[in-house]
Nanobody, 114 residues
Framework: QVQLVESGGGSVRPGESLRLTCRASGFTFSSFALSWYRQGPGKERELVAS????????YYADSVKGRFTISRDNAWHTLYLQMNSLKPEDTAVYYC???????YGQGTQVTVLS
């Protein structure tokens, strides 16, 4: 079955960086677009970034554009989210998402201390 396992979250200070990792299994990784979503406290889940199956095209929410970078390694079935210049409003649980299978991972907590 499709499995997505996120890691790399933690607690950081404003301006610091984190890199999230999502390891995928159960499907042909290189064939499908993937995304990162997040859900902050008391907020709805929102799309953060997406990447095509080949990695040649990406999308970013306005709130993270210029600070976050989505990438993938198809050989290792891994999706990444490099997060720089973190802000307190980036505090959320971050989820890897495979839209083709409507599947989220379990999430990883990112806390940016204010």
């Amino acid at each position: 079955q499709v499995q997505l396992v996120e890691s790399g979250g933690g607690s950081v200070r404003p301006g610091e960086s984190l890199r999230l990792t999502c390891r995928a299994s159960g499907f042909t990784f290189s064939s499908f677009a993937l995304s990162w979503y997040r859900q902050g406290p008391g907020k709805e889940r929102e799309l953060v970034a997406s990447i095509t199956n080949t990695g040649d095209s990406t999308y970013y929410a306005d709130s993270v554009k210029g600070r976050f970078t989505i990438s993938r390694d198809n050989a290792w079935h891994t999706l990444y989210l490099q997060m720089n210049s973190l802000k307190p409003e980036d505090t959320a649980v971050y989820y890897c998402y495979a839209s083709r299978f409507a599947t989220y991972g379990q999430g990883t907590q990112v806390t940016v201390l204010s």
